[in-house]
């Protein structure tokens, strides 16, 4: 079956604590991206990924770390979160430009 | 500035009522994508359609449609008839050529169908 997989689903942590969500699609897909969702923002994207060993930042970067190493995964770092961000990640994969996304299932994210 | 803008933030219809979501963008690009995401209560984000700005025509699919208009810069959907499955919340996105793949979205419109 075609999908995009996150993982954890759910997360708790503490200020500080680094983490990472992994993402991994098995639609041999080109394009990776992650974005936050918060009521009343809509979805965010935080960083995208167009091939292996290239990625850009999206609309909100800051507190985050990506690396694309294979083509499948797409992890994304919190090296040392921060309360604010506390949200529901998705991954989300397209096989190339401008073409529809697939999402994963979402992460949610609490830090205290 | 906002690039996708969906003013309605929670519209509530009676079943079977026919229901219309905003959604205006902004660009400067003459190449760019146009999509909605319905987003049910259990929290996925399933693709509805996708359109780009060379093509202004209207598109159809089964009791959804999409009207495009280039000269106002909005891409609104439209629900004939309405369902309780229908409540969710829909999001309009935006991708520009210029930018390489970005996407930005709106902040939702709350869609709650009551039967």
């Known amino acids: 079956e075609a999908q995009v997989t996150q993982n954890p689903r759910y997360l708790i942590t503490v200020t500080g604590k680094k983490l990472t969500v992994t993402c991994s699609q098995n639609?041999?897909?080109?394009?990776m991206s992650w974005y936050r969702q918060d009521p009343g923002l809509g979805l965010r994207q935080i960083y995208y990924?167009?091939?292996?060993?290239?990625?850009d930042k999206g609309d909100v970067p800051e507190g985050y770390k990506v690396s694309r190493k294979e083509k499948r995964n797409f992890p994304l770092i919190l090296e040392s979160p921060s309360p604010n961000q506390t949200s529901l990640y998705f991954c989300?994969?397209?096989?190339?430009?401008?073409?529809?996304?697939?999402f994963g299932p979402g992460t949610r994210l609490t830090v205290t | 500035a906002q690039k996708v803008t969906q003013a309605q933030t929670e519209i509530s219809v009676v079943e079977k009522e026919d229901v219309t979501l905003d959604c205006v963008y902004e660009?400067?690009?003459?190449?760019?994508?146009l999509f909605w995401y319905k987003q049910p209560p259990s929290g996925e984000l399933v693709f509805l359609i996708r359109?780009?700005?060379?093509?202004?025509q209207n598109e159809i699919s089964g009791r959804y449609s999409w009207n495009f208009q280039k000269s106002t810069s909005s891409f609104n959907f439209t629900i004939t008839a309405s369902q309780v499955v229908d409540s969710a919340v829909y999001f309009c996105?935006?991708?520009?050529?210029?930018?390489?793949?970005?996407?930005?979205f709106g902040t939702g419109t709350s869609l709650t169908v009551i039967p």
């Open positions: 996105a935006l991708s520009e050529a210029r930018t390489g793949n970005q996407f930005y």
């Open positions: 989300a994969s397209m096989k190339g430009g401008l073409y529809e996304q697939y």
């Open positions: 990924s167009m091939n292996v060993e290239v990625t």
């Open positions: 639609m041999n897909h080109e394009y």
């Open positions: 359109r780009n700005s060379f093509d202004e």
């Open positions: 660009t400067r690009d003459t190449t760019y994508y």
